[in-house]
């Protein structure tokens, strides 16, 4: 049986080479499910001999590795981790998060200058590099005001921003499914884009998770979002096989579109 402590532990060692039929994908427990499901519906047309296993996980921290268990991992705006790699599946717009009532509410959409000295959500356990970006500490050249306490969930942080003690960030399609009826999200025109992206380790020889990859390369081909993201350290699964064959998949099942953006 396959677990999540050692997500490979059952696999039969060939020579080095590993014979994987399991794949565990962690994920950030904030994605919608089914906004990602049709690119693992082709993989799974493609390799119907693999089972995929998912592990959420939560807010990112300096304490606990970004795949924590997994094989690969898809996330909202991860923060750099060396030995890893990534591809950009998407770029969204951002939007802010206020209260119901809040004075920035009385605004049909928002500026970065707009909301620069308002306090934010954060927390000390938290990944300060993740934090930053959703914060906008690169165009205030600071970290914010915090107000509402420490948060280490994103229910905490709802609830923050919902008692007006402080506003928030988020992509543009995810804010209108907030989990809360007390926030309203705006806008910001200026802000950054957010990017989602698949991640899995630099140099890892497993097949299965090298033609996840060239999937989601022919997945977001011709895209401005379709781009893969180098840490340091890190490198590329090269192309063959598992690119054709992505392509055979895309073609004879019609799932060629990308999820809808906001």
Avoid at 54 to 83: A, I, K, N
Avoid at 103 to 112: P, S, T, W
Avoid at 206 to 218: D, F, I, K, W, Y
Avoid at 236 to 246: I, K, L, Q, Y
Wanted: proline share 10%.
């Amino acid at each position: 049986m396959l677990t999540f402590d050692d997500p490979r532990g059952m696999a039969p060692d060939h020579g080095g080479a590993r014979a994987v039929t399991g794949l565990v994908v962690a994920f950030d427990a904030r994605l919608p499910q089914a906004r990602w499901g049709p690119l693992f519906h082709v993989f799974r047309l493609e390799h119907p001999d693999v089972t995929l296993y998912w592990r959420p996980v939560g807010l990112p921290t300096l304490r606990r590795p970004l795949l924590h268990g997994g094989d690969v991992g898809l996330f909202l705006h991860p923060p750099h981790e060396c030995g890893l790699s990534g591809y950009t599946l998407d770029l969204s717009p951002m939007k802010v998060i206020v209260a119901a009532g809040h004075r920035l509410a009385h605004h049909q959409q928002l500026m970065v200058a707009d909301v620069l000295d308002e306090p934010f959500v954060g927390g000390p356990a938290l990944h300060p590099e993740w934090v930053a970006f959703w914060t906008l500490d690169e165009q205030r050249g600071a970290p914010p005001r915090r107000g509402g306490g420490d948060i280490s969930t994103v229910e905490q942080g709802l609830e923050v921003v919902a008692s007006g003690r402080a506003i928030a960030t988020a992509p543009a399609w995810m804010a209108d499914g907030l989990a809360h009826p007390g926030v309203v999200a705006l806008p910001l025109l200026d802000g950054p884009q957010v990017p989602t992206r698949l991640l899995w380790r630099s140099g890892d020889d497993n097949p299965t998770v090298r033609s996840l990859v060239q999937l989601a390369g022919e997945w977001t081909a011709g895209t401005p979002s379709g781009t893969r993201h180098e840490w340091p350290g890190g490198a590329t699964p090269s192309s063959g096989e598992g690119t054709r064959a992505s392509g055979r998949a895309l073609a004879g099942h019609g799932h060629a579109a990308l999820p809808t953006r906001g």
